[in-house]
């Protein structure tokens, strides 16, 4: 007897080599180097150029415009958008709806084939994004260059998992029927990104609900529109039809109650604040006339993130990676670690060392590589974390740091509060900025009863050499990354899916292989033979 034919996408998949993560740039070697000082001026020559939105496929511009700028040297324009009105957010969400019709029925492989160009266009171009990343958002070379890397992954790493989906799922037979299970796509997804992984996110959100056939609103965070609309070229260089994301530029609380209201939308893709997440999750579940599903939220908002450091850790291996995961894109990642809870035997040791790294950080435009710490994203964010750098010398002791750093841009100090209570305000809010507090514990128990008392629950880190202390921390530490012995940032895809607990979002692990389950819905089908 004959075998069955295996679907085109799993042929398709069968042909592609196992997935790998993008390797990073080495720009300690004299090419790269040179090749990274041309991406910078080829960029910046482009500077001030006006994008469109696009609407049911066509070029939109409209008389408001708003710029983009670089927050190293704030007089910069990156670029020039359009600002849309509520009624454009409402004619962006029924032309995707609209297009579902048909790019729901492009085969997977197809899907797949686009995503994949995609992935090796920008491949080619990491050098010119990662500019583009480092003027708009104030990222350093390397952190610029692990946000394209990571787009990349997205690229590949959701393209495969997109095809292994595709097609009949086998069942249990079921004697007499013909019986399978088939994952079909939801509808239009909402894409509502943030400005700190500017690339990469917003690219991952955007590639797996077109990867499952769902059509796309693009609404990209105010402070980094040039790097979306930039890879939104590359989709379309790579064959995306132009009708199969709508991308819409404009104040996010109009726009984008808009679009989450709006009953045509399917679901809702966010990443950014425990505030904005929760509004989003309200409008959600709110019922809008002539909506006919309960609308789905796949939301990631942050965290309170700590590393514990116990009686026998290496003290300079959890210094450096706590200096690292502290200040690395001046502690603007939702991974970052914004707390240090160390037990009182080593406290002082700990501290030390700490204090000793962070002093010796490089803070500065961050198109100068020899800048550890660029800026931090706008003013607004600047004047935010200043003032809870303020509350924080109230609640604890300054060790170093504590105010503006020197240049024309929103540089701020690598920040450390010492002896903060556990529910002090720097101790518990989400800062969102290089500002560090470091908590005392008495042991390694309370030391993670401290780490546990928030209201998130994203990444967490233990350097501990014991055992027993690694299997309590894999047990009771709860949190969706949990990293032993290493910093509590860097999650690559793949190998660590990310999202967390409680007010840090729906733990829907990006890079992880149920990912893009959460754009599918099962249909199942029996048929009496």
């Known amino acids: 007897m004959a075998t069955a034919k295996a679907p085109k996408s799993q042929q398709m998949l069968k042909k592609l080599p196992a997935f790998k993560n993008e390797p990073f740039i080495d720009y300690s070697l004299p090419k790269s180097r040179k090749a990274m000082e041309a991406a910078l001026a080829k960029v910046a020559a482009e500077f001030t150029r006006e994008y469109p939105m696009y609407l049911d496929g066509k070029a939109v511009t409209t008389a408001e415009k708003k710029a983009s700028t670089n927050p190293s040297h704030p007089t910069q324009v990156v670029g020039t958008f359009q600002v849309a009105t509520v009624e454009q957010a409402t004619a962006a969400v029924e032309a995707a709806h609209k297009y579902f ?32 990343v480092c003027y708009e958002v104030g990222k350093t070379w390397v952190e610029a260059d692990a946000d394209t890397a990571e787009t990349i992954d997205f690229c590949e790493f959701y393209a ?85 994301v709508q991308f819409i530029t404009g104040p996010g609380g109009s726009i984008g109650d808009a679009l989450v209201s709006h009953p045509k939308t399917r679901y809702i893709g966010f990443t950014g604040s425990k505030e904005v997440g929760l509004r989003i999750q309200e409008l959600a579940a709110k019922h809008s006339p002539g909506q006919i599903w309960i609308k789905r939220t796949v939301l990631e908002m942050g965290g309170k993130d700590a590393i514990v450091v116990a009686e026998d850790a290496d003290l300079d291996a959890a210094a450096q990676g706590t200096m690292q995961a502290a200040f690395g894109y001046s502690g603007q990642k939702c991974s970052a670690c914004s707390r240090v809870i160390v037990a009182e035997k080593v406290y002082d040791k700990f501290l030390a060392k700490l204090v000793e790294r962070t002093q010796k950080i490089a803070t500065g435009p961050s198109e100068d590589p020899n800048n550890y710490m660029g800026p931090v994203v706008s003013k607004g964010a600047m004047e935010g974390i200043l003032k809870y750098i303020e509350v924080g010398k109230r609640e604890g002791r300054l060790m170093t740091g504590g105010g503006r750093a020197p240049g024309d841009g929103y540089f701020v100090q690598p920040t450390i509060i010492a002896d903060v209570p556990p529910k002090a305000r720097i101790a518990q809010e989400e800062i969102f900025g290089p500002v560090l507090a470091v908590i005392k514990a008495k042991d390694y128990d309370q030391a993670l009863e401290i780490a546990n008392g928030t209201e998130f629950g994203l990444t967490g880190a233990v350097y501990s050499k014991s055992k027993k202390n690694l299997d309590k921390a894999r047990a009771e530490f709860y949190v969706g990354n949990l990293y032993l012995n290493r910093k509590c940032t860097g999650a ?38």
Not at 109 to 122: H, Q
């Open 160 to 244: 495969r998992e997109a095809l292994r989906v595709s097609g009949p799922q086998k069942l249990v037979p079921m004697k007499g029927e013909k019986n399978y299970l088939e994952y079909i796509p939801l509808g239009v997804g909402v894409v509502v990104p943030p400005w700190n992984f500017p690339c990469a996110i917003m690219a991952g959100l955007v590639v797996a609900g077109l990867l499952t056939g769902n059509t796309i609103v693009l609404k990209p965070a105010s402070d980094s529109p040039t790097v979306a609309a930039k890879f939104l070229e590359i989709l379309h260089e790579a064959g995306l039809p132009k009708e199969a």
């Open 101 to 132: 019709e048909t790019w729901r029925r492009v085969p997977a492989e197809k899907r797949a084939e686009i995503v994949l160009r995609a992935a090796k266009i920008l491949r080619g171009r990491k050098f010119e994004m990662n500019a583009l």
């Open 492 to 529: 690559m895809v793949g190998a660590h899916p990310f999202g967390g607990f409680n007010m840090s979002g729906t733990d829907s692990k990006t890079g992880g292989r149920e990912y893009v389950m959460l754009f599918l819905q099962g249909k199942s089908v029996a048929e009496k033979v």
